[in-house]
């Protein structure tokens, strides 16, 4: 959404070289990154879970949005130029547009990880003990931890 890239007009951007962390996994840096050119990917232990190469991508919300340690980490996979807003909160609160952006973000990756995750229980279904944890994680995503709940 180059939509973004207008509310960001004014901020410093930031340039990082290829292989160069912008974000790293279990790190409570609390920005909120917007791409402006380059690409990154999405570790996650290492593995890639995600490729990010479209101006106006957002990246480092949920941890920011959830007060918790990063889920994944990302790396430059070229020379990369991005917004590091460091005061996100404010800036996601002053942006109603940008709020709602990333709502609805973060519900198009929930509808599809639950997606996935049910066509994953549906043709594990009896096959393997070890598999149950798929019951577990739809579990918890019907049903947040208490201690995680806003209040």
């Known amino acids: 959404m180059s939509d973004i890239l207008d509310y960001c007009k004014g901020r410093k951007a930031q340039t990082f070289k290829p292989g160069e962390v912008l974000i790293r996994e279990g790190g409570q840096e609390g920005k909120l990154f917007v791409l402006i050119d380059g690409q990154v990917e999405v570790l996650r232990?290492?593995?890639?879970?995600?490729?990010?190469?479209?101006?106006?991508?957002?990246?480092?919300?949920?941890?920011?949005?959830?007060?918790?340690?990063?889920?994944?980490?990302?790396?430059?996979?070229?020379?990369?130029?991005?917004?590091?807003?460091?005061?996100?909160?404010?800036?996601?609160?002053?942006?109603?547009?940008?709020?709602?952006?990333?709502?609805?973000?973060?519900?198009r990756r929930l509808y599809y990880t639950t997606s996935y995750l049910v066509d994953l229980q549906q043709q594990s279904e009896g096959r393997r003990e070890d598999l149950d944890l798929v019951d577990k994680i739809l579990a918890q995503l019907v049903e947040p931890d208490e201690k995680h709940k806003r209040k």
């Open 45 to 107: 232990k290492d593995t890639q879970v995600s490729y990010i190469d479209e101006p106006g991508s957002i990246f480092g919300e949920m941890a920011l949005l959830l007060d918790m340690p990063s889920s994944a980490t990302v790396r430059a996979l070229s020379t990369v130029k991005a917004y590091a807003i460091e005061d996100a909160l404010s800036f996601l609160g002053g942006q109603p547009e940008i709020a709602l952006y990333v709502a609805t973000l973060l519900a």
